[in-house]
């Protein structure tokens, strides 16, 4: 999706953009753009739900003014891992780390939602800056739609066209060399937050941490 945020004072707002399940073992996997007083940045925030638990927020700035132009925001999801790419950077992996013992969202459909919603009791600063509704209506504006993946009933357990479909073969199983360091780049340069760094929240780092490149 191409996605213009936005302007101006965007405190307190939430735009989202996200792909998310109907069951009750809840899988998600979330872009969430939180918004901020006017001339400071908005801050990109990607999580990853699976069986249920969520819990695994990074949190970026973008390296660009996402209220001026449309840019965009798309996640390739596939057997092997989550990839989310800004333009075409790719911004956080979550592989397939089921033989480590953690939940991999692959077991059911999700469908595909947007939103934009008042969020001031935690977005901005943690809940420190509230929505000024003087400067509503707030508007986010969307563009260049895409989507390319299997249909599946509520009862799939997995894509029907498995392994037979361009995003299972082999150059889609994993990052390249310059994907890696390109996402090397945004860990270093702009990440502001990584639960697999935080051990205020958690005392041991989660077991995908090191295969996802996060650490």
Known sequence: MQIKLVGGDSAGTVT????????????EIDFEFLGNRTGEPYILQTNVFSGGKGDREQRIYLWFDPTKD??????LWNLYMIAFFVDDTPIRVFKNSKDLGVRYPFDQPMKLYSSLWNADDWATRGGQEKTDWSKAPFVASYRGFYVDGCEASAEAKVCATQGAR???????????????????????????????????RYATMSPECTRDHDV
């Open 16 to 27: 989202a953009f996200y792909l998310s399940s109907q069951n009750s073992e809840h899988d």
């Open 166 to 200: 361009w995003w299972d073969q082999k150059e889609f199983q994993d990052l390249d060399g310059e994907q890696y360091r390109r996402l090397a780049w945004v860990r270093k340069e702009h990440t502001i937050y990584n639960y697999c760094t935080d051990r205020e």
């Open 70 to 75: 449309y840019h965009s925001y798309s996640v």
